[in-house]
């Protein structure tokens, strides 16, 4: 639906944003993974791809496939060339987003994203911004049994992200994941919020 309010629906690593995904998801509100849908459009986009691999130097592109491993060595180690990258991959995301909300019929859609707030280029298909949070602790609890890391490695993923606090001055709403039994009604809570036009 063209006028479909989106939220964006972001926290930091273990926060407990796919949880919160899948209550909306079974409440009738359908999402947008924005990172699993950049993956697909590196895979799929040639367009995109020529782009990208113009900027970082001709060979992170071989026979039409990204090398994932020499394009990641590549942009995270020079900061002028990553701005290059997300200056043509952020504007791609957007049109593949706005595509995929034409064919939604519900009045609101989520967009499921880490990092979203920290890319203004984005922000303009937002309307409404949902951080999700939870104690560092639970976080770092909830990262090493999901991924099988050590806590150094989880506290060095969460230091290289915003704060929770940094999010939650752009917030709208907020949903604490520390009681997954109160889930359901903020997020009914939202819903109605935004239906009812008082946000």
């Known amino acids: 639906m063209k006028n479909s309010s989106v939220i964006l629906c ?8 796919s949880y919160v995904v899948k209550v909306f998801n079974a409440l009738g509100i359908p ?3 924005a990172d699993s849908n950049t993956k697909r459009l590196y895979d799929t986009d040639n367009v995109l791809l020529e782009r990208i691999n113009a ?23 020079d ?6 990258v997300e200056a043509v991959v952020h504007p791609a995301v957007a049109t593949d987003f706005l595509k995929w909300k034409e ?9 499921e994203s880490a990092i979203l707030l920290e890319k203004p280029l984005l922000l303009p298909i937002i309307d409404h911004v949902l951080v999700v949070h939870a104690p560092k602790e639970i976080r770092i609890e909830r990262v090493m049994a999901r991924d099988n890391v050590s806590r150094e490695r989880v506290l060095q993923r969460i ?9 939650l001055e752009m917030a709208d709403f907020s949903i604490e994941t520390n009681d997954r039994d109160s889930i359901i009604a903020k997020v009914m809570e939202i819903i109605k919020i935004i239906r009812d036009g008082k946000r």
């Open 79 to 84: 900061p002028q060339m990553l701005a290059k």
């Open 31 to 33: 999402s947008y993974d």
């Open 10 to 17: 972001t926290g930091g690593i273990g926060s407990g944003k």
């Open 159 to 167: 230091s290289n992200q915003w704060s929770d606090s940094r999010r």
């Open 103 to 111: 064919m939604q019929q519900s009045d609101i859609v989520l967009m």
């Open 55 to 77: 900027i970082a130097g001709g060979d992170v592109v071989k026979d039409g496939v990204l090398q994932r491993a020499a394009f990641a060595a590549k942009i995270f180690s």
